[in-house]
């Protein structure tokens, strides 16, 4: 279970991103370059402590690469 600061930060950061993405939708002059810097923030902010925890709550969700199938045909 996640503490709840780090609740507050992820909800915090869902805000953030849903306030761009409606800035996107309502600006067509403006709509690639406000996602293309969403996007760069996003990353920005992902660090492999993220990424370690993201991937760690494999409930179903998504699963490390080593776990994954093979896909390929």
Do not use: C, H, T, Y
């Amino acid at each position: 279970m996640r503490s709840r600061s780090s609740a507050d930060r992820l909800e915090a950061l869902s805000l953030e991103i849903e306030r761009k993405l409606q800035k996107a939708l309502s600006s067509n002059s403006q709509r690639p370059q406000i996602l293309q810097q969403l996007f760069a923030d996003i990353a920005l902010k992902v660090d492999d402590r993220a990424r370690d925890a993201i991937l760690s709550e494999n409930d179903g969700g998504i699963a490390p690469v080593d776990d994954r199938e093979d896909v390929s045909p």
